[in-house]
């Protein structure tokens, strides 16, 4: 037997109907009434996250800087590895690492949603979807701040080795809506499995960590396809994240080429999870309370 809740609003009039078969438009309805919600759900977390701290937003220049800075070292410097192009090496890194940081905190924050708040979803009724969204508007701010951090070493780099930027770099905040939707639609489809199998919870991480040399964040795509062998190259080009990473790149440097099977390779990837995600997301959360 179906069971339904409706709550009038004396006052307002509205009605809110929920439903457990998730069938009816309330929920998408209530995803916009509620964005609000998402947004101080993002200023809650970079609060929290900074609290205390002496440097505080800070840290959001210094941890990408020090990562390109040793990726540079070891694949630029030690390894002798070409960069894309006529690019700094250390500009290849980090144009690398801004969308690969977006592709992995929206994972692992959108795949843990069930897990880190579940407090909150247990004492009151909001679209829980709400909830990793918040937090990927906050990963969100944290890397356009990087961006912000890009520009400047793209200046500076100007003036030292008279690196002249690709107009394209206009491009580089709508290619990065694509490692965002990657992380957030794959993590809602591992989201209900993280649930019942905690394991996933501390292998999220360290996969993660696995997956960041196996993408080519701290060296150059080109470099990487030369060294797989051409009949498994194909599998290299597979990975998502490369499509995302090759085609931000392409925006900053001038003679970079721009990759197309990895590109539509991450697009197929995202139209496929894009509603799979979505589907075990809500079946998900309608049991989740009975697991954590």
């Known amino acids: 037997m179906k069971h339904k809740i409706v709550n009038q609003d004396e006052i307002s009039g509205m009605r809110t109907v929920i439903e457990p078969n998730g069938k009816n438009f309330q929920y998408w309805k209530d995803i916009w009434r509620y ?22 937003l ?7 800087i020090i990562n390109m800075l040793i990726m540079s070292f070891i694949f630029g410097s030690v390894a002798h590895l070409e960069s894309d192009g006529s690019a700094p090496y ?26 880190s708040s579940a407090g909150l979803m247990k004492k009151v009724y909001f679209p829980r979807i709400i909830s990793p969204l918040g937090a990927s508007i906050a990963a969100l701010i944290d890397s356009l701040i990087s961006f912000a ?7 500076i780099s100007f003036f ?18 694509l490692p965002i939707a990657l992380g957030f639609f794959l993590g809602l489809f591992l989201s209900p499995f993280n649930i019942r199998f905690r394991d996933l919870n501390q292998a999220v991480p360290f996969l993660l960590q696995v997956g960041q040399f196996l993408t080519p964040v701290a060296y150059s795509f080109a470099v990487a396809c030369a060294a797989v062998p051409e009949k498994f190259r194909f599998i290299y080009e597979l990975n998502p994240v490369a499509g995302a990473i090759n085609a931000v790149r392409w925006c900053i440097i001038p003679d970079n080429a721009f990759h197309w099977p990895s ?28 697991l954590v």
Do not use: H
């Open 263 to 290: 590109f539509i390779s991450a697009l197929v990837i995202l139209a496929v999870f894009a509603p799979i995600g979505l589907m075990a997301f809500r079946k998900g959360e309608r049991t989740f309370v009975d």
């Open 35 to 56: 964005r609000e919600l998402a947004f101080n759900l993002a200023k809650r977390d970079i609060t929290v996250r900074y609290k205390q701290t002496v440097i505080g």
């Open 90 to 115: 250390s500009i290849m890194v980090y144009a690398g690492i801004i969308p690969w940081t977006l592709f992995s905190k929206n994972f692992t924050i959108t795949s843990g949603t069930f897990l």
């Open 58 to 64: 800070g840290w959001s220049i210094i941890n990408p």
């Open 149 to 155: 951090v890009l520009l400047l070493i793209i200046v």
């Open 160 to 177: 030292l080795t008279g690196f002249t930027p690709c107009w394209r770099l206009v491009l580089v905040p709508a290619f990065l809506v």
